[in-house]
């Protein structure tokens, strides 16, 4: 067997289908088909079950594309390690992140980092799902991924960065803006508006709440903490949201956050595939990230 073989077959799991692979590479569907083929004889065992629709793996192909994805992952990231050591400080950083990410906690390390290290060339990409980042990070498609820290991920690390302390963000005209502190019983009936939906950010506000023992109620979602901020800056809703630095949003007044220290902070950070394994590049541009404390949760 190739690597070659290897790394058509794990493409051909991940996809379902061998015409898919076909088209991406270029080849033809009896192309990828004997690659697999030359995988069945060395092992002597079925790997695919052909279907009307496409193929799944079977007990055998399954044991062979994780230990594959693991092994290619491996080797593609020594080539990119062997790479940067020739030519220094060039080469690639992919980062798994959004805007809201980036101009709150990283605005200042971009900066940082592109003066420091021009050749090397910053990524940013948006992942639609968390376990989709999990994917890229663990076949080699992604250096690092700025996450909302959960349980622990088979083949992932995670590294705490910031805890965010909660704030409730209204106007300064609102009624509670003259509070210096809430507790979270406080705003028990207090319609309130919704973080994403599905979200990991969402998730842990609803379970630090069940752990004080209160249900917060909500009239209207949004698709990300920037909006909620905008939004309650303009009266049209309050927003429970992590205290975040950098940039204050934009908006048509000044917005007051009132801490919520009953509510457990919010852990943020990075995740990798292994950090003994990331580009020196990678290594620079995650570490330039640094939140201090004094940064959060300003009343603005």
Request: glycine share 8%.
């Amino acid at each position: 067997m190739t690597l070659e073989d290897l790394r058509v077959f794990v493409a051909v799991c991940r996809a379902g289908s061998l015409s898919s692979v076909a088209r991406e590479l270029g080849c033809t569907q009896s192309a990828v088909s004997q690659h697999v083929k030359r995988l069945e004889r060395e092992t002597g065992l079925a790997l695919l079950e052909r279907r009307p629709r496409g193929v799944v793996t079977t007990r055998a192909g399954r044991i062979l594309e994780a230990a594959a994805a693991e092994g290619i992952s491996g080797l593609d990231l020594a080539v990119r390690q062997l790479r940067d050591l020739l030519d220094g400080h060039s080469g690639h950083v992919r980062v798994a992140t959004g805007a809201t990410t980036v101009r709150h906690f990283m605005s200042d390390a971009v900066v940082a980092f592109r003066r420091r290290h021009p050749k090397v060339n910053l990524e940013f990409r948006t992942v639609s799902s968390g376990r989709g980042t999990f994917d890229a990070l663990a076949d080699g498609t992604l250096d690092l991924a700025w996450i909302t820290l959960g349980p622990p991920v088979r083949g992932i690390e995670q590294r705490t960065v910031a805890q965010l302390p909660w704030v409730l963000a209204i106007p300064a005209a609102d009624p509670l803006a003259a509070r210096s502190r809430l507790d979270p019983a406080d705003l028990a009936d207090v319609p309130l508006i919704r973080l994403p939906p599905n979200s990991a950010s969402a998730a842990h506000l609803d379970a630090a709440c069940a752990e004080s023992g209160v249900r917060f109620s909500y009239d209207a979602s949004v698709a990300d903490w920037d909006t909620a901020l905008l939004l309650a800056e303009l009266g049209a809703g309050r927003a429970v949201v992590p205290a975040v630095p950098g940039p204050p949003v934009p908006g048509a007044g000044p917005l007051r956050l009132i801490p919520l220290p009953g509510l457990r902070p919010l852990p943020v950070g990075w995740a990798v595939r292994r950090w003994d394994a990331l580009s020196p590049p990678a290594r620079a541009f995650a570490d330039t990230v640094r939140i201090q404390p004094r940064d959060l949760g300003e009343n603005r």
